[in-house]
């Protein structure tokens, strides 16, 4: 019989428990994501899966924590695309790259939803960037963080509408969202789940998501193509990582039982349940975004001037 270079271990593998580090405190979709998949994938390979926060530096120490880790298949990223992309291209001189974790799956997806104040003189997208255009500057956006998904994203809606806001970054979206309940800020391009019963309760206006499809929470609230602003599109991710040089076998164990895992009906239930889609997508193809995705944030990082923090 051939031998092959980690057959061994991946039959093998796990033997013991694994422990997924989310870059993130309890709650929101990278906790929510990791714990799904943790508990799934527990129950397919009979060891525990432990989950792991550890916030701060922008996620950066749990970064550095992976990268740096025995490449054996036993300490995992629950990986957030806001850190993932934007970090090396805002802090080229991280204790960490991309290069150094293997991506082993998607795990999950969820659209942004654009919002505003009440108070903001528009009832449609195109009504926004009408104000926007004619009032250079006059209105605020916040953002969960510099670097953020929604930091970036907005960024890239201003240089695609030819608009001027100002931005106000915040150490997470709990208190972005406060200061835009007291129209502090007037413009919040976040996930669902956060400001959905304020939208429902009028506390908010929701403009359009930024997906191919509407948000079953948000049936009347069109996509950005059907509110006339076509190309535009944010997308918030997790995927799981491994360190780098993790053997191919593991990978492909891991990433084969998260793909039985997600098309499992109740993990999927359970993750739209979360605000989340449960999305697979196989390492290569995890690759492929991470590529195109730090190619377009880089563009707008580069034409907004945008610095770290």
Do not use: C
């Not at 899966?49 to 992976?66: C, T, W």
């Not at 191919?212 to 950005?224: A, G, I, S």
């Amino acid at each position: 019989m051939a031998w092959h270079p980690g057959a061994a271990s991946a039959a093998d593998y796990p033997a013991k428990a694994v422990t997924v580090v989310v870059p993130a405190p309890p709650g929101g979709i990278i906790d929510a994501s990791a714990r799904l998949i943790g508990t799934q994938l527990a129950r397919a390979l009979a060891q525990p899966f432990v989950i792991e926060n550890k916030g701060g530096g922008s996620g950066n120490v749990a970064y550095a924590q992976v990268a740096r880790s025995p490449a054996d298949g036993y300490l995992l990223l629950a990986s957030y695309s806001g850190y993932h992309i934007g970090n090396p291209l805002l802090a080229p001189r991280l204790p960490w790259s991309q290069k150094e974790l293997e991506p082993v799956a998607l795990i999950a997806t969820a659209a942004n939803v654009i919002t505003v104040h009440p108070s903001v003189p528009a009832r449609t997208l195109a009504e926004l960037i009408a104000y926007l255009k004619a009032h250079p500057g006059a209105l605020s956006y916040a953002s969960q963080g510099n670097g953020s998904v929604s930091h970036i994203g907005t960024e890239i809606f201003k240089q695609q509408t030819g608009t001027q806001i100002l931005h106000v970054p915040y150490r997470g979206s709990g208190p972005a969202l406060q200061d835009v309940l007291a129209n502090q800020v007037q413009i919040f391009i976040t996930t669902p789940p956060s400001v959905i019963g304020h939208i429902k309760a009028g506390k908010l206006r929701a403009l359009a998501v930024t997906a191919k499809q509407r948000h079953p929470e948000l049936p009347d609230v069109p996509t950005t193509a059907e509110a006339g602003l076509k190309g535009y599109e944010l997308e918030t991710w997790v995927a799981l990582f491994a360190p780098a040089g993790t053997p191919r076998p593991i990978v492909e164990k891991l990433s084969a039982q998260v793909h039985q895992a997600l098309e499992k009906p109740e993990t999927r239930a359970a993750a739209e349940a979360a605000g989340f889609e449960a999305h697979y997508e196989p390492p290569e193809a995890v690759a492929r975004r991470v590529a195109a995705e730090s190619q377009a944030w880089g563009r707008a990082i580069r034409d907004g001037s945008i610095k770290a923090d």
